[in-house]
T-cell receptor, first 111, second 117 residues
Framework: DAKTTQPPSMDCAEGRAANLPCNHSTISGNEYVYWYRQIHSQGPQYIIHGLKNNETNEMASLIITEDRKSSTLILPHATLRDTAVYYCIGQASGSARQLTFGSGTQLTVLP | GAVVSQHPSWVICKSGTSVKIECRSLDFQATTMFWYRQFPKQSLMLMATSNEGSKATYEQGVEKDKFLINHASLTLSTLTVTSAHPEDSSFYIC?????????????FGPGTRLTVL
C-alpha cells in the first residue's frame, strides 16, 4: 500500500470549506486513494475514494493531482460535527487486504 | 447500506476473566472481516483478518491464543479476549468487506471499549 503523509492537525471555521491535503508520492497506478474519518470514540466512517479523476459525493469532494502524487479532501461547508481525525489511505481496489491507517489529520471545526 | 454493528459497545471486566465481542454485518454478507485495536491517542492497529469458515490470520505480535477469533458465518465474527489483563484495555473495532457491496471497501463497526480492572 502507498505511504501517505498528512498534517497532524488543522482548524477550520464553521461554515467554511475545509481542505485536507494528503501526499502519496509513491502511489502505484492501480491504487485508489481512500478517505475515512473517525469521530471521537467511534469507528471509522468511509467518505470517498478515487483513482485519478476528481470525485464528489454527498459528503465531500476529492481532488487528485494529475501526477497522482497528492490529493485534497474538501468538505464544502464544515460543521462542528465534522470535527474528527481524517485518514488518507492508498490501496488497490478489490484488494482483500486490510486498510492500513496512518496518524491522520485532526480537523477541528471552530464555532 | 453496508452497516456493521458491534456488541457490546462497552464492557468492564475483572482481570483474569474472558470477554467476547460480536461483530455483525447487518445488510450484507461479509466475505472478510477485520479486527483492529486502538489505544488512546493512537491510530488503528490491525490485529487479525478472518474469512468465513477459515482460521484467522493474525498480525505479528498478536497472540492468537489470547485473542480468539471465530468467523462462523458470513454475517458474524466474534473476538474473545481470554484471561484479560489491564494492558488489554483498549478500543476494539471490527470491519467487514464484501465484493458485492458498492463501493468495495471496508465498513467499520462503532467499536467496543474494553476496560479491565
Amino acid at each position: 500500500d502507498a505511504k501517505t503523509t498528512q498534517p497532524p492537525s488543522m482548524d477550520c471555521a464553521e461554515g467554511r470549506a475545509a481542505n485536507l491535503p494528503c501526499n502519496h508520492s509513491t502511489i502505484s497506478g492501480n491504487e485508489y486513494v481512500y478517505w475515512y474519518r473517525q469521530i471521537h470514540s467511534q469507528g471509522p466512517q468511509y467518505i470517498i475514494h478515487g483513482l485519478k479523476n476528481n470525485e464528489t459525493n454527498e459528503m465531500a469532494s476529492l481532488i487528485i493531482t494529475e501526477d497522482r502524487k497528492s490529493s485534497t479532501l474538501i468538505l464544502p461547508h464544515a460543521t462542528l460535527r465534522d470535527t474528527a481525525v481524517y485518514y488518507c489511505i492508498g490501496q488497490a481496489s478489490g484488494s482483500a487486504r486490510q486498510l492500513t491507517f496512518g496518524s491522520g489529520t485532526q480537523l477541528t471545526v471552530l464555532p | 447500506g453496508a452497516v456493521v454493528s458491534q456488541h457490546p459497545s462497552w464492557v468492564i471486566c475483572k482481570s483474569g476473566t474472558s470477554v467476547k465481542i460480536e461483530c455483525r454485518s447487518l445488510d450484507f454478507q461479509a466475505t472478510t472481516m477485520f479486527w483492529y485495536r486502538q489505544f488512546p491517542k493512537q491510530s488503528l492497529m490491525l490485529m487479525a483478518t478472518s474469512n468465513e469458515g477459515s482460521k484467522a490470520t493474525y498480525e505479528q505480535g498478536v497472540e492468537k491464543d489470547k485473542f480468539l477469533i471465530n468467523h462462523a458465518s458470513l454475517t458474524l465474527s466474534t473476538l474473545t479476549v481470554t484471561s484479560a489483563h489491564p494492558e488489554d484495555s483498549s478500543f476494539y473495532i471490527c470491519s467487514a468487506r464484501s465484493w458485492t457491496v458498492s463501493p468495495d471497501t471496508q465498513y467499520f463497526g462503532p467499536g467496543t471499549r474494553l476496560t479491565v480492572l
